[in-house]
């Protein structure tokens, strides 16, 4: 087993290589959303390439979409083989959002400007700041003793910020030269300053639309009030019967497939620092509230929701107009846990939708695309080699906490790849990620590099 | 007491006369709303001014507004006066909808064209058709016995379709020259084709906006859903709770002051030739529905309703999007009957709203102007006289029908110069008002001036 000293060594030696290497990469707008940063995105492209071939590993560039429709490339590297070594696969994304509104930044967005510690760019934590940690670790191991040790791959795609349309057909295609032991993300967040964490849950997704529609055409709501059904009345009704007094899910059958939180996960969570009036603070919510009997941790990352996400009915300009609308909808999301099936929830949602319409109007319930909620083992081997690689990095060991959101491409990963997903994040949700001004702490940068060694250390050692 | 029967002779032989003098008018158009038009409406208040004038009347222009935001003109006038004789008030309005759009008129809106004894022209029916019946009867009583039996005053207006903005001011200063026994509007419908109607009463109305506030920003449903209120549900479930399962508006109080149907009108309802298929298609709805224990006409002539007439909370777009929405709000109408109060009504809903809103959001009820329902006895001694005249006219007695609107001239009128309004409509509701090919039956026209002469002959008998 190689010595891990003059792999931290080096990584604390070239600290002023590194930033100087991240800021190369945030003085490129790769800019996936608008067209004219094509040849941005590209350039970012090659110059992970370029890093990843310099730090020992092979590295492609691919080409995505077709001649009419061109993506953005895919890197795709692996650090020298060695055989019987388990392999750690290391997703990232080199493309970023849209700098705007540009004149809310202080210094220019692809100008990465140090301030107070931090690095101030578009990308600098969402995701270039994070994804660049492994490459350097790579490039560590490098240097120290000629590779990692353990076999490690990179696909770094440039579509995250726009729907990463062609990376589930690049992971069908490459799903062999892909199979690891476990995956790592960088792009989530520690969960405070300080307390680094690692995410081992994230809630799923289903959503629908709900059109009620009654009569041919808006009516006079004096000439005809009273004598038919209103579809926005109707619409309220059906809405508000989607929840009951406690604020549970009145879906018949929704918590049936619900995986229970266990006692330790409660005790876990609750003895987190979450600052709940900073938490409500950022909300600008009168105060936190929803499902009877959870914390506000339980209700975020382990119950399911349902929310009304618009509504449109009738007349929406300014003053009074009196009629009886013609139509009414709303849009839904459904967030899920472990072990609701989105389709399974989106028939019981549809039932129960058609069951409670009013008579006298219609109703249609059109679905979108869902996913499920994952959930990874947090006791296994690869979580215990991060537990003791942040532990060693950043000083203090991480909490394990679950993810309110969907992360599509960590389905993708463990349905491709059926391995588990280390969400290592090393920035802070305060970190104005899609927002100006963004930025990252060149400490957590620093640490996040030593992390990720260190990982390759730990995974190395469980074998 | 002057001999009826050569008014009828007169009014029979210039039929062909008074439907020129009505193509005359129909020819001006007179579109409120479009500024272009503003001299085609002092011509047709020019030409309803000349008409009264040759009829004998003292007529005026009298010009509103200021020089800065001028208004349209009313023509107020009056016939000969008869002392000790009761007097008649007739409103009508000159001025038209706009024609838009162009395209679905069979010839152009103003070329009125007749086919199949109907004139087809903008303003047929609404109202120069209808308003014109009264001027032609006060000529034939001029040409036959040098004016009318009672005094007959005119307010003939051209803002009706704009919202009348300077009446009130009219009436209120012309209050003593206009006090009269009796009111005639004729600017509503028969009940059915020959089936004459007197309109008795009118439903009032008032009118909100409710809008429910959550998060500061519309939140990621991911990363907060759970965790806060969603204001769309929140307005969902205080609209929902503004009836109860059996339709019955569930807001405190509502009900107090609503005048019981008497068993005789509901009766005479009852007994009404009322196409409920032909009104069920024309909405369009699957089914005729609403508050329980009810007919469809009494739901929509002596029952208050609560419609919401819009709803817009969130993202409207295409596709899903997954948001906790900042705000959702709703318009509310509130069509009223005697005695309910608007102001009394919108505390009563304000305070309801109040109550149910959840907690973790707040809510605001922005209120809009409200007027109260109208209704008048129906067997007074103007009432009377108006079915003998019908019946003398259309050859059977006209059915008494309250309305489900409100015309707030008929509230004007009420309230300035105290006195009931005769809602007599010579039209018919399928006459395509405020619609391309709108058109008015000839033989509606004629009979019309001859109820309005006889009207005059009638009261004059009653005094």
Not at 230 to 240: E, F, G, K, M
Request: hydrophobic share 40%.
């Amino acid at each position: 087993m190689p010595d891990f000293a003059p792999v931290a060594a080096r990584l604390a030696e070239s600290a002023e290589a590194n930033r100087e290497a991240l800021f190369e990469l945030l003085h490129i707008p790769s800019v996936s959303a608008n067209p004219d940063h094509r040849g941005d995105c590209r350039a970012a492209a090659e110059w992970v390439r370029d890093f990843l071939a310099n730090a020992g590993c092979t590295a492609e560039l691919i080409d995505t979409g077709s001649a009419e429709e061109p993506g953005h490339p895919i890197i795709f590297a692996k650090s020298p083989r060695i055989d019987g070594a388990p392999t750690l696969l290391v997703y990232g994304h080199y493309d970023v959002q849209p700098p705007d509104p540009l004149d809310l930044w202080t210094t220019p967005p692809f100008e990465p400007t140090v301030r107070d510690g931090k690095v101030y760019a578009r990308g600098a934590t969402d995701d270039k700041g994070q994804m660049l940690t492994h490459p350097l670790a790579v490039a560590a191991w490098h240097a120290t003793h000629g590779g990692p040790p353990v076999n490690v791959t990179f696909v770094i795609e440039g579509e995250e910020e726009v729907g990463s349309d062609h990376l589930d057909a690049f992971l069908e295609s490459h799903r062999e030269e892909l199979a690891c032991d476990a995956a790592v993300i960088s792009d989530t967040s520690q969960f405070a300053e300080g307390v680094p964490a690692i995410c081992y849950g994230l809630r799923g997704i289903t959503a629908c639309e709900v059109t009620v529609t009654g009569p041919k055409a808006d009516l006079h709501s004096g000439l005809f009030g009273g004598s038919v059904r209103n579809p926005a009345n109707a619409l309220a009704t059906i809405l508000a019967s989607l929840h009951d007094a406690e604020g549970r899910v009145a879906v018949d059958g929704f918590y049936d497939d619900v995986r229970d939180l266990t006692p330790e996960e409660r005790a876990a969570w609750a003895a987190l620092p979450f600052d709940e009036q900073g938490f409500l603070a950022a909300t600008g919510s009168p105060a936190l509230t929803g499902e009877a009997g959870w914390t506000t941790l339980e209700r975020r990352w382990a119950r399911p929701t349902c929310d009304v996400n618009g509504i449109t009915a009738g007349y929406q300009g300014p003053g009074p107009k009196t009629i009886v609308p013609s139509k009414a909808s709303a849009k839904l999301t459904f967030r899920l846990v472990p072990d609701q099936d989105p389709d399974v929830i989106l028939a019981a949602v549809r039932q129960h939708i058609e069951r409670h319409c009013p008579a006298g109007v219609t109703v249609a319930v059109k679905p979108y695309h869902g996913t499920p909620g994952v959930m990874f083992e947090p006791n296994t081997p690869p979580f215990e080699a991060a537990k003791r690689a942040i532990e060693a990095a950043f000083g203090t060991p991480p909490v394990m906490i679950r993810g309110g959101g969907s992360i599509p491409v960590v389905r993708s990963l463990g349905n491709t790849l059926n391995c588990p997903v280390l969400l290592l994040g090393w920035g802070l949700s305060s970190d104005g990620l899609h927002s100006p001004d963004e930025h990252f702490s060149l400490d957590a940068f620093q640490r996040g590099a030593l992390a990720s060694a260190r990982l390759m250390w730990e995974l190395a050692q469980e074998a």
